[in-house]
């Protein structure tokens, strides 16, 4: 089994924190936010791991080295300076990532979502499956709603939007015609959910984006109880 890191971004939100590091090397109760990750990939079966980066990228091969100290096979994925967004980045990275399904994790959430629970396969005929989660209080309206084990854009407003995490398994088919350089993901979900082509499951534990300065105070909090 393979996964992808999202480690690419600059983290804006996070300055002065991040002028000097990249942000998925945050310390969390003292460990990097990367190490969580990768703890918890090897744990669930994965073998290799891809990392993209672009911002001080060499911190993030120093700290992983070649992966061999969480028992896994880490090569990185180098973007140029502003990196190429979420699909550009994964696009760029698919000769690393094989033909089979792989997860994508974004490297800047935290949760306790045991990623031994994480799907390892998809149906014929999907292209993905999304984790949903609670909409936290800075995105309150959510980014889709679950129907029947797979997601529609619930425009109306009845449907129970979620969130999506930033974890999910996915095809490399989801992202043709793997146009190169910036691109966002959200256009390439849409796609499949007009076609009935996503499917999504919920996790009602806990969950952040580690996007400022105040969330990661929060989540240290957490974890230091």
Not at 28 to 35: H, Q, S, T, Y
């Amino acid at each position: 089994m393979r996964a992808m890191i999202l480690a690419a971004g600059r983290g804006n939100r996070m300055r002065p924190l991040t002028d000097n590091q990249p942000k998925p090397l945050l310390p969390v109760a003292e460990k990097p936010l990367l190490g969580y990750h990768l703890e918890k990939l090897a744990s669930a079966g994965v073998n290799e791991v891809v990392i993209n980066h672009a911002w001080h990228g060499e911190q993030i091969e120093d700290f992983v080295g070649d992966g061999s100290q969480w028992g896994l096979q880490v090569s990185f994925s180098v973007e140029p300076e502003g990196g190429l967004e979420t699909a550009g980045g994964i696009i760029k990275a698919l000769p690393l990532l094989g033909e089979d399904p792989f997860w994508v994790i974004n490297g800047d959430i935290w949760t306790d979502w045991d990623y031994r629970d994480l799907p390892t396969d998809l149906e014929k005929g999907l292209l993905g499956h999304l984790i949903m989660v609670d909409n936290p209080i800075h995105h309150s309206n959510g980014d889709f709603a679950i129907e029947n084990g797979l997601l529609v854009n619930g425009e109306n407003e009845n449907d129970a939007r979620k969130t999506f995490s930033g974890v999910g398994l996915y095809r490399k088919e989801l992202l043709a015609p793997y146009p190169e350089g910036k691109q966002p993901l959200k256009p390439f979900f849409d796609r499949a959910i007009d076609k009935k082509q996503l499917a999504a499951s919920y996790h009602d534990g806990f969950w952040t984006d580690v996007g400022t300065p105040e969330r990661l105070h929060q989540l240290n909090q957490r974890l230091e109880k």
